[in-house]
């Protein structure tokens, strides 16, 4: 008998051995629990790259991975809650500016019509003389047998321009500037007195006609030949005026039509 259930025992270990034996080897070879997704789980952000006191968001415009299709970069509100604004502009400074670009006629490129050129000429002066074509804003330097040099000229503002007579009573080069009593009342912000070069109005010459206040002179203002501009001067080209400076003397008669 108790052989008998020592045999019994033996076989059961067996059994449960083997069973144990079987099972390990069953979960050893079994793939892993997949992980479960729901179908309405939120969508994790992905990382984004920061810096500090940049706001508004625009180190992530620049360096992410580019905002998806139909969106764009906006500002966005900084740091104290408000939209970022330009520093403030000094009120003073900026009626200045606005005086300044509305007092100055816009650049433009220079007519080639307006360079300097030898033309025919038909007029009654003699050779010497310089003959102001107001209306069609020419200068022309009479030089005898039908022919003159033509230069194109800036001219007088309606109301400013003028005809007349007049005698190269002085020339200067690089010569200074000091408005007259009624310009200044006219732009009470000019310079009460300029020295003469480069940024000087008067330019690089300029030869006085008679006793009044009219000059022929030069400009570093280029883009302003062929047009309605000065205070009744004649204004050239830096380069025009040094040449016909060369070319006559006080003296000279001027005529102004």
């Known amino acids: 008998m108790f052989k008998r259930m020592s045999l019994a025992l033996l076989g059961s270990v067996s059994f449960l051995g083997s069973g144990i034996d079987r099972a390990a080897a069953i979960d050893a070879a079994a793939p892993p629990e997949p992980t479960v997704i729901y179908a309405n789980q939120p969508a994790q952000p992905a990382p984004v790259r920061t810096a500090s006191n940049m706001g508004g968001g625009f180190i992530e415009f620049l360096f992410g991975d ?12 900084s740091y104290y809650g408000s939209p970022r604004q330009a520093l403030p502009i000094d009120p003073q400074q900026g009626m200045m500016r606005q005086l300044q670009e509305a007092s100055e006629p ?140 060369g070319r006559v003397g006080v003296g000279a008669r001027v005529v102004v039509i």
């Not at 580019?66 to 509100?77: E, I, K, M, V």
């Not at 007259?180 to 480069?198: I, K, Y």
């Open 66 to 77: 580019g905002p998806a299709q139909g969106q764009s970069y906006q500002q966005q509100p």
């Open 106 to 245: 816009a650049q433009r490129p220079f007519d080639p019509k307006y360079e300097k050129q030898v033309v025919d000429y038909t007029g009654h002066e003699g050779a010497g003389t310089i003959v102001v074509d107001t209306p069609n804003k020419f200068l022309y330097l009479v030089q005898g047998n039908g022919k003159a040099l033509r230069y194109g000229i800036g001219v007088g503002r309606p109301g400013f321009t003028w005809s007349g007579v007049k005698t190269i009573s002085a020339k200067k080069e690089w010569p200074d500037w000091t408005p007259p009593a009624e310009m200044l009342a006219r732009r009470p912000d000019l310079p009460r007195h300029m020295e003469g070069g480069p940024a000087n109005p008067l330019g690089a010459r300029a030869m006085y006609l008679g006793s009044s206040l009219y000059r022929i002179h030069g400009s570093n203002e280029p883009w302003t030949i062929g047009t309605n501009v000065s205070s009744g001067c004649i204004r050239m080209r830096n380069e025009d005026v040094i040449d016909l400076y």
